[in-house]
């Protein structure tokens, strides 16, 4: 079973400060990883996509892969009361065209 | 920017109908997925679809959904026969395929409730 794991949170962090969420998966074949913002009510909104080992930066946005532990995290710097939101996780391995979620983290972003 | 478009935005339907919810997806992209979610749980993938045909589908995807790509432009969900779990948002979502480029762009999503 391909599993993506989160910490569920909330995350709670006062504005201005950096964010750190973390995700971890099961399938060690899985080549492609993104981030997912979801607003309550709303779609699933493409923050960042990351393929290779390292880390990709993006704005106040950095994604960060490595493949040999299996985990993928996302930063976010100088945290505004507008990212408060929940981060999803979605993972795609090689062979097959589905994403595999997890289940979000909460985060709340403090005035 | 593009866009996938999904209407209706809500559909309200009794226990035992049809329903068919509309996507408009990305008009290069080639490949096209309808995903659910429940009210406070996890995005749940339902199916994929490229060249025509179904590419993958998950064990929620039984005989009672079916998919269509009846012209260019649209893709539909049919779901016979309505259960009151079905109730969910249903998520259309496209994708472009180049080594360069597997993002999945998502629709605004169809709040479908049974009753």
């Known amino acids: 079973q391909k599993e993506v794991e989160q910490n569920s949170g909330p995350l709670s962090v006062p504005e201005g400060a950096i964010a750190s969420l973390n995700c971890t998966y099961s399938?060690?074949?899985?080549?492609?990883f993104f981030w997912y913002r979801q607003y309550s009510g709303k779609s699933p909104e493409l923050i960042m996509s990351?393929?290779s080992n390292g880390d990709k930066e993006d704005g106040r946005f950095t994604a960060q892969l490595n493949k040999a532990s299996q985990y993928v995290s996302l930063l976010i710097r100088d945290s505004q009361p507008s990212d408060s939101a929940t981060y999803l996780c979605?993972?795609?391995?090689?062979?097959?065209?589905?994403?595999?979620w997890g289940a979000g983290t909460k985060l709340i972003i403090k005035p | 920017e593009p866009e996938v478009t999904q209407t209706p935005s809500h559909q309200v339907t009794q226990m035992g109908q049809e329903v068919i919810l509309r996507c408009v997806p990305i008009s290069n992209h080639l490949y096209f997925y309808w995903y659910r979610q429940i009210l406070g749980q996890k995005v749940e993938f339902l199916v994929s679809f490229y060249n025509n045909e179904i590419s993958e589908k998950s064990e929620i995807f039984d005989d009672q959904f079916s998919v269509e790509r009846p012209d260019g432009s649209n893709f539909t969900l049919k779901i016979r026969s309505t259960k009151l779990e079905d109730s969910a948002m249903y998520f259309c979502a496209s994708m472009g395929w180049d080594r360069l480029n597997t993002e999945a762009f998502f629709g605004q999503g169809t709040r479908l409730t049974v009753v």
């Open positions: 979605a993972v795609k391995g090689n062979s097959n065209y589905q994403l595999i």
């Open positions: 990351i393929y």
């Open positions: 399938d060690r074949g899985s080549q492609s």
